[in-house]
């Protein structure tokens, strides 16, 4: 298996974009992850997935922040509009149902610039 | 709310061993996990531990788990400069559809030649 896939796994752009950010789970994974990475907070769960339906928002910083999960097999990011405080490492990841411990596979990162 | 904690920074020298500890509050745990994060890439699963465990040891790495005191550490034996790398720690939480891991900031193990 190929492991998480993210896309792009840099992204540039300027203050007031529309950002999407995008994951393939592994296959046959039943939950999905997306987390973001800075200096300063850590690593903090945005919001999570189980069999494709959003379980808990709670970590997603506003409104500006958006998540989707059409299929078992996609999901995206979305932050519209960016701004330069939004600038951080954008993780997904998936864990297995029922896998031992229900640990979680991540993908490389979407490293996110807002200028 | 759950917390995991962990302290920010060690430096050791090569083939020393380290030791990276961690508390958490939620004694409902079952699982607690290890991660590795290398610059520039995503958290790799090291090893986990059941909570009806006291040790576990795979290869070079030990988990030491304390329920008593909600204390978990890692040693790793004969620390090699490849394992210079951030670890983080972190607990799982939940049931059902409704589960997560609860994350520490990480710490930095600095391998020194």
């Known amino acids: 298996d190929a492991g998480v896939i993210q896309s792009p796994r840099h992204e540039v752009t300027e203050m007031g974009q529309e950002v999407t950010l995008r994951c393939k789970p592994i296959s046959g994974h039943n939950s999905l992850f997306w987390y973001r990475q800075t200096m300063m907070r850590g690593l903090e769960l945005l919001i999570y997935f189980n069999n494709n339906v959003p379980i808990d928002d709670s970590g997603m910083p506003e409104d500006r922040f958006s998540a989707k999960m059409p299929n078992a097999s996609f999901s995206t990011l979305k932050i519209q509009p960016s701004e330069p405080r939004d600038s951080a490492v954008y993780f997904c990841a998936s864990s297995p149902e029922g896998g031992a411990g229900y640990e979680q596979y991540f993908g490389p990162g979407t490293r996110l610039t807002v200028t | 709310g759950e917390d995991v904690e962990q302290s920010l920074f060690l430096s050791v020298r090569e083939g020393d061993s380290s030791v990276i500890n961690c508390t958490y509050t939620?004694?409902?745990?079952?699982?607690l996990y290890w991660y590795k994060q290398e610059p520039g890439a995503g958290l790799q699963l090291l090893t986990y531990i059941f909570s009806n465990m006291d040790m576990k040891q795979d290869q070079r790495l030990t988990v030491l788990l304390n329920k008593k005191d909600k204390h978990l550490s890692l040693r790793i034996a004969d620390t090699q400069t490849g394992d210079s790398a951030i670890y983080f720690c972190?607990?799982?939480?939940?049931?059902?559809?409704?589960?997560?891991?609860?994350w520490g900031l990480g710490t930095s193990l600095a391998v020194n030649p």
């Open positions: 939620d004694s409902s745990s079952t699982y």
């Open positions: 972190a607990e799982f939480e939940g049931a059902g559809n409704n589960r997560k891991l609860i």
